[in-house]
């Protein structure tokens, strides 16, 4: 997704940037709002088998049910389409532990949603008890209950105790409370080697074929009846970076599909004003820099191509480069007098003068009140040190590779794409023949971490245009984007 230095106007206000995307693949609702959340259900992954396998358990099973999955699995979105397939006569109770994780709030949300009519001044153990009767009884007539514990992991060893003594409290295992557990591990679960207790089911990551049926059901549910609007290549790419997990993919290809409808239809749109105001402010530095360039005692040289490890990562313009420079020689200077036992330096603009001959040793003379002039010529003045980097930059360094960092401000980078999860662009350089010549530039986006994966360094943006043909086969047909050094730079300062 394209970045710009400063405020990001396209991406301020997300539902108008949604729109744009509807409008753009002519879908009549957003495939990943929560419209679509409540109504789809994609069978893929053969998890249609699992819901119906869930159903037959929780109805006839002695053991209840633990499923797992990492966060963004799929849990909560499997365990509604249960409850959409059991009838009227089931009275359901869902707990999330991470908000109740107190017993008596436990007990009270029981008896509260499941319409129970018991008193909660009775301590813990009187309470279950009840609880667990008062659910034999009512099932004995003919109906039935089900407690479904989201984030079950959170809850304490003793908590997960006391609602499991649900099943034993039962007289008679048909007349119990079934329960659903979802959880993101096992290891934190009491009992869940316990086959007697728990049938443990493991949801598996999406695969590339089942990434696609579920983006085919989700844009056939917003409206897209042909296909998806996305290439089965692309669909495999972004299937990985959201690890096969569908909370992840709806995010990642979310951003994906407004990414790309911005580069399409900014194309058609102009120069918006915010533009407009940006554009003038970086001519005014590069006229600010250029003057204060030719103001120096050497012409402007022509921008070369720094490699990281001969520059220093914070000098990321002609200015301080020249200034660091300056520094260096003065400093020599003083080094050589110093080392040639005079006391005072050889002037600015000449090169140090040989120490003279031995004299015979003569009393210290005090220093004059009035220093001698130095041929007209200005004492240097105290220059910062140089490997200290202004804070600015600093922050830039934190959120940029170093090749980057060391970059001229008018050179031009390829931005490949941007994602939310890190790791998954870290894994994905990994994989590539050359690694070096890729670099992760962190912003934000929605008030949250952005991470854009650049590629290489370029004298001008023609040259990096020129150069997309030879991308890897990765990146290649994901329309790369020309970005200027100092876009980017600016860019990941505002994001610290």
């Given at each position: 997704?394209?970045?710009?230095?400063?405020?990001?106007?396209?991406?301020?206000?997300?539902?108008?940037?949604?729109?744009?995307?509807?409008?753009?693949?002519?879908?009549?609702r957003?495939?990943?709002?929560?419209?679509?959340?409540?109504?789809?259900?994609?069978?893929?992954?053969?998890?249609?088998?699992?819901?119906?396998?869930?159903?037959?358990?929780?109805?006839?099973?002695?053991?209840?049910?633990?499923?797992?999955?990492?966060?963004?699995?799929?849990?909560?979105?499997?365990?509604?389409?249960?409850?959409?397939?059991?009838?009227?006569?089931?009275?359901?109770?869902?707990?999330?532990?991470?908000?109740?994780s107190?017993?008596?709030?436990?007990c009270?949300?029981?008896?509260?949603?499941?319409g129970?009519?018991l008193?909660?001044d009775?301590?813990?153990?009187?309470?279950?008890?009840?609880?667990?009767?008062?659910v034999?009884?009512?099932?004995?007539?003919?109906?039935?209950?089900?407690?479904?514990?989201?984030?079950?992991?959170r809850?304490?060893?003793?908590?997960?105790?006391?609602?499991?003594?649900?099943?034993?409290l039962?007289?008679?295992?048909?007349?119990?409370?079934?329960?659903?557990?979802?959880?993101e591990?096992?290891?934190?679960?009491e009992q869940?080697?316990n086959?007697?207790?728990?049938?443990?089911?493991?949801?598996?990551?999406?695969?590339?074929t089942?990434?696609?049926?579920?983006?085919?059901?989700?844009?056939?549910?917003?409206?897209?009846?042909?296909?998806v609007?996305?290439?089965?290549?692309?669909?495999?790419?972004?299937?990985?970076?959201?690890?096969?997990?569908?909370?992840h993919?709806?995010?990642?290809?979310?951003?994906?599909?407004?990414?790309?409808?911005?580069?399409?239809?900014?194309?058609?749109?102009?120069?918006p004003?915010?533009?407009?105001?940006?554009?003038t402010?970086?001519?005014?530095l590069l006229?600010?820099?250029f003057?204060?360039?030719?103001?120096?005692d050497?012409?402007l040289?022509?921008?070369?191509?720094?490699?990281?490890?001969?520059?220093v990562?914070a000098?990321?313009?002609e200015?301080?480069?020249?200034?660091?420079?300056?520094?260096a020689?003065?400093?020599?200077?003083?080094?050589?007098?110093?080392?040639?036992?005079?006391?005072?330096?050889a002037?600015?603009?000449?090169?140090?003068?040989?120490?003279?001959?031995?004299?015979?040793?003569e009393p210290p003379?005090?220093?004059?009140?009035?220093?001698?002039?130095?041929?007209?010529?200005?004492?240097?003045e105290?220059?910062?040190?140089?490997?200290?980097?202004?804070?600015?930059?600093?922050?830039?360094?934190?959120?940029?590779?170093?090749?980057?960092?060391?970059?001229?401000d008018?050179?031009?980078?390829?931005?490949?794409?941007?994602?939310?999860?890190?790791?998954?662009?870290?894994?994905?350089?990994?994989?590539?023949?050359?690694?070096?010549?890729?670099g992760?530039?962190?912003?934000?986006?929605?008030?949250?971490p952005w991470?854009?994966?650049?590629?290489g360094?370029y004298p001008?943006?023609?040259?990096?245009?020129?150069?997309?043909?030879?991308?890897?086969?990765?990146?290649?047909?994901?329309?790369?984007?020309?970005?200027?050094?100092?876009?980017?730079?600016?860019?990941?300062?505002?994001?610290?």
């Open positions: 997704m394209k970045e710009r230095s400063g405020p990001v106007p396209f991406m301020q206000d997300m539902p108008d940037q949604t729109q744009r995307m509807l409008d753009y693949y002519g879908l009549a957003d495939p990943f709002g929560e419209d679509v959340d409540a109504a789809v259900f994609s069978g893929v992954a053969e998890r249609s088998d699992t819901v119906e396998q869930l159903k037959h358990l929780l109805t006839f099973s002695p053991q209840d049910c633990l499923m797992m999955a990492p966060a963004e699995g799929g849990k909560r979105h499997l365990a509604r389409e249960v409850l959409r397939r059991f009838d009227d006569e089931w009275r359901v109770a869902w707990l999330d532990a991470g908000s109740a107190q017993l008596d709030l436990i009270r949300e029981l008896i509260g949603q499941l129970l009519g008193r909660v009775s301590d813990t153990a009187s309470l279950f008890r009840n609880i667990a009767d008062a034999a009884q009512r099932t004995a007539d003919g109906e039935n209950f089900l407690m479904i514990v989201e984030h079950a992991d809850w304490s060893g003793e908590v997960q105790s006391w609602v499991q003594s649900l099943h034993t039962a007289t008679q295992p048909d007349l119990r409370m079934r329960q659903l557990w979802l959880a591990s096992a290891t934190a679960i869940a080697g086959d007697e207790l728990w049938f443990v089911m493991v949801l598996e990551a999406f695969s590339e089942d990434a696609a049926g579920y983006l085919r059901d989700r844009f056939a549910a917003a409206g897209h009846l042909d296909a609007p996305i290439d089965t290549r692309d669909i495999a790419r972004l299937n990985d970076l959201a690890h096969g997990l569908p909370g993919l709806n995010q990642v290809v979310s951003d994906y599909l407004i990414a790309g409808t911005f580069k399409t239809t900014e194309r058609q749109h102009g120069f004003l915010t533009h407009l105001i940006a554009g402010a970086v001519v005014s006229v600010l820099v003057l204060y360039s030719r103001g120096g050497e012409p040289q022509e921008e070369m191509l720094r490699e990281p490890d001969t520059q990562a000098v990321n313009s200015v301080q480069q020249r200034l660091a420079e300056a520094v020689r003065v400093e020599a200077r003083q080094q050589n007098a110093t080392e040639s036992g005079n006391d005072t330096p002037p600015a603009d000449e090169p140090p003068e040989p120490p003279a001959a031995p004299a015979p040793e003379v005090e220093p004059d009140s009035t220093p001698e002039p130095e041929d007209n010529t200005p004492a240097p105290p220059a910062p040190e140089p490997a200290a980097p202004e804070p600015a930059i600093a922050a830039a360094t934190d959120a940029l590779p170093n090749w980057l960092a060391a970059a001229s008018t050179q031009y980078s390829l931005q490949l794409l941007g994602v939310r999860d890190r790791s998954a662009i870290v894994r994905l350089i990994e994989d590539q023949a050359d690694p070096d010549q890729f992760i530039v962190t912003t934000q986006l929605d008030n949250r991470h854009v994966l650049v590629y360094l001008d943006s023609a040259t990096a245009r020129a150069d997309i043909p030879n991308l890897p086969d990765d990146f290649s047909d994901q329309s790369p984007w020309a970005r200027n050094v100092a876009d980017l730079k600016a860019t990941a300062i505002q994001s610290n």
